[in-house]
């Protein structure tokens, strides 16, 4: 595939073509790692701020590899915004680049929002990165942006500031909305098993037990160990359903599907954005789906 070239190579083209950059600093240019960062940085930029994403819509933010169109658009960029704790492995190569000359902000480190730690698999034992699933999460992660951004361009604070505490607004009210759509799913139905294991503070937010079919990452997916494993649970532990993510290649959770005989739902968006004509095609809008694809697959129309 196009993307999957290599970084030498990309350095190589980017040595080639590449003339040092020359452009009037009226603009502060600020990258995002994937378009759930991309979109809370919007909701604080106005226009004084460009903004653009690394990792498009619809591509798996852990497995991403930069292109040299990246490159070449890191190469003009003054912030960078990623997740950090390894949700984005490939972070590196940015570091390796920017020469001190960008400013990476691991934007779920710095945040006032305890971590859970991860349950299970090869990351066991360390910080879950998908702490924006919980909107109290993504809360944590503009206060992160806009005093970066009020750092960067002193003389628009006020208006960073001001545009944060709407948005922390709006997360509350986008939480409350949601644990109302939920709020009819039967206790014995929340179960929320997904391919990756990256529901853990969903879960927590909103009163499910989160199970995944590998760890997290991406990066080990559906051994015949961890398939066995979760086809005997659910022969004694039978949810409505079973999901799959939009990121990740259904075919182990159809196989469990077809084994339990119980249905598959979904997709749900966690690692990504839909396009903008998708149905997730923002933050709010990824949640208010994921709920309702929750709600109709684990009986939330009936009463407990
Ligand atoms: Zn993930």
Redesign the pocket.
Known sequence: MLKRVTWMCTLLFVALISTAPSYANTTLRVMASFSVIEDLVNRIAGDAVSVNVIVPRGED??LWELTPPNVLALEETHIVFYNGLG?EPWIRHVEAMSDDQITLIEVAQKADYAPLMVSTGQYKGEPDP?MWMDPAGAAAYIDVIAETLAEHMPDQAEAFYARAEEARRALSDLSQAVKERLEGIPKTNRTLLTS?A?FGYFADAFDFEALGLWG???ETQGSAKAMAKMSEHLGKNRPPALFYESTTPSIHMDALSRETSLPLAGPLY??TLSGADGPAATYSAMLHHNAEILHSALGGATAE
Do not use: M
């Open positions: 933010v852990h949700l998908h990756e990256s997290l990452n991406n966690v690692d």
